[in-house]
């Protein structure tokens, strides 16, 4: 069986755990609509969630990946994370990668204006 998902963070090619994507097909880059904030979780990892109000829209890269290549990305992945919908720019709902807002907000700096987990690293040297 095979599962589909779209990762916004350390995931992404040239980044921290893309590693843990071998034997994934890479499936092209996309945003989501613009109904997410995203934020730096201690500078190590995103955390992007849904709100309903003052999202913005998120790049990210979609995967398609065997039972086998899933069970090492979710094993790999940093606590409190967790797969959910995710709805892209031309409205298909797919699953990704998400983190709870509660833990977002109350601990966490709000990146959304980078929109992106690579921009944000970028201009933080």
């Known amino acids: 069986m095979t599962k589909r998902l779209f990762v916004n963070g350390t995931l992404m090619r040239g ?3 893309h590693g843990n994507l071998e034997g994934a097909v ?12 995203l934020y730096s979780i201690d500078d190590i990892h995103p955390g992007m969630f849904e709100v ?9 890269e979609y995967y398609e ?3 086998c290549v899933w069970a090492r990305v979710e094993a790999g992945e940093p606590p409190d994370l967790y797969c959910g919908p995710v709805t892209l720019e031309d409205g298909r709902v797919v699953e990704g990668i998400l983190y709870p807002q ?5 601990r966490h700096k709000d990146i959304s204006d980078h929109g992106s987990w690579r921009d944000y690293i970028v201009a933080i040297g």
């Open 15 to 17: 980044l921290a755990l």
């Open 26 to 37: 890479f499936l092209g880059e996309y945003q989501t609509a613009p109904r997410y904030r």
């Open 52 to 60: 309903e109000a003052g999202g913005v829209a998120v790049e990210g």
């Open 65 to 67: 990946m065997s039972d």
């Open 102 to 106: 509660e833990l977002a907000e109350s």
